[in-house]
């Protein structure tokens, strides 16, 4: 008797977990994880994996879904502090974003920055810049620059963007 009792149980349990892992299983299949392909170190842009739901559905962008970043890096020989600024696209729903124009009123470096990656734009419009040229940046991908300066500039906020359909 008590080892039919014992057999039941572990039927029982044995259904159980098979149970609970065909849900979890089942949950699993409804996530993937995406992996943009990287656009090229010459482009200064990199690829980050993001997760993403699949029918999800896809929803404007914002300028929200643009991250701004700095880091301190070494500084130059002449002693001039040098800094990396990253501007990465975060849309969840994998949507590109282009023309994303950046508030950098007071902006300056001591070196040249590549024009097509971060520029200000032309009067009237000079307390903006403009990042990778205006041209679509991938959801994931990530612009980076270096400038030097005295002082790190911290009033870089998104001003405007617009998304790609």
């Not at 914002?62 to 130059?76: C, E, M, N, V, Y």
């Not at 070196?111 to 200000?120: A, C, D, G, K």
Request: positive net charge.
């Amino acid at each position: 008797m008590a080892s039919s009792v014992g057999i039941i149980l572990v039927i029982c349990t044995f259904g159980l977990m098979v149970l609970m892992l065909s849900h979890i299983g089942l949950q699993h299949d409804k996530i993937s994880l995406a992996f943009k392909p990287s656009v090229s170190v010459e482009n200064n842009t990199f690829p980050v994996p993001r997760r993403q739901l699949l029918n999800s559905e896809k929803k404007k962008c914002s300028k929200g879904d643009i991250r701004i970043t700095q880091a301190t890096l070494p500084p130059q020989r002449s002693g001039i502090p040098t800094y990396l600024v990253e501007i990465t696209n975060l849309c969840r729903t994998g949507c590109a974003i282009r023309n994303i124009k950046i508030y950098c009123a007071g902006f300056s470096s001591t070196n040249l920055i590549n024009p097509l990656i971060f520029r200000h734009l032309p009067a009237p419009n000079h307390d903006y810049c403009i990042v990778n040229n205006g041209d679509p940046l991938k959801a994931g991908a990530i612009v980076q620059f270096r400038y030097f300066n005295t002082f790190m500039f911290k009033a870089f906020s998104v001003s405007s963007v617009t998304c790609v359909s």
